[in-house]
């Protein structure tokens, strides 16, 4: 099976602009996570989607809204794009279950300038 | 809530010597719990997790951990360091129902020295 498959891998915007970033999940999956990775706040959730619904969402403002299509694949925005939102963000899925893995992709880093 | 906490965010050993790395999880409901490691610039790749049954579990590359309910602990261990082991160490623990996602420590970084 291939694995969870983020794109871009790399990302620079400027100040003031929106940015998609996308996710494939891993085949038969249908649970997919969003983690944004700093330095200073370390790893902190942003939301999950299961079948096309969110079902959780972190402490983030609402700049930051994702989504889920029918084939599992997922995307999320983050709008007026600020320094702080320099980081690397993770994807993540899993099967449905509480026990179950998550399974990462590489990650997209965004550089905000 | 749940909440995980690493002590100690940098970790040297030599080549050979014994790895262990720290982890207590604070959590209302039986814990899922994962230690997860990260190369630079890559993802998180999985290296063992606990759900439930044996509280020793052995992991990919030598890994194993040891769930102790009574220290609320889930320390990471490896009996022999190589130098690819030099990463950053995630323990991490998952909620349940509609809050499933994961919850991170803060990190270990585990130098290796030769």
């Known amino acids: 099976k291939a694995g969870v498959t983020q794109t871009p891998r790399y990302l620079i915007k400027t100040r003031g602009q929106q940015v998609t970033l996308s996710c494939s999940p891993i085949s038969g999956h249908r649970s997919v996570s969003w983690y944004q990775q700093t330095p200073g706040q370390g790893l902190q959730f942003l939301f999950e989607?299961?079948?096309?619904?969110?079902?959780n969402k972190g402490n983030f403002p609402g700049r930051f809204s994702g989504r889920q299509f029918s084939n599992s694949r997922s995307e999320m925005n983050v709008s007026t794009l600020e320094l702080g939102d320099s980081a690397l963000y993770l994807c993540?899925?899993?099967?449905?279950?509480?026990?179950?893995?998550?399974?990462f992709g590489q990650g997209t880093r965004l550089t905000v300038v | 809530a749940q909440s995980v906490t690493q002590l100690g965010s940098h970790v040297s050993v030599s080549e050979g010597a014994l790895v262990l790395l720290r982890c207590n999880y604070s959590s209302s409901v039986p814990p899922y719990l994962f230690w997860y490691v990260q190369y630079p610039n890559q993802g998180l790749q999985l290296l063992l997790k606990?759900?439930?049954?044996?509280?020793l579990v052995k992991g990919i590359n030598g890994f194993e951990a040891e769930f102790k309910k009574s220290e609320t602990s889930f320390h990471l261990t490896k009996p022999s360091a190589h130098m690819s082991d030099a990463a950053e160490y995630f323990c991490a623990v998952r909620g349940s129902g509609s809050a499933r996602q994961l919850t991170f420590g803060s990190g270990t970084q585990l130098t290796v020295l030769p």
């Open positions: 989607y299961f079948s096309e619904t969110q079902r």
């Open positions: 993540a899925s899993s099967e449905q279950g509480d026990n179950t893995e998550a399974f």
């Open positions: 606990y759900t439930t049954g044996a509280t």
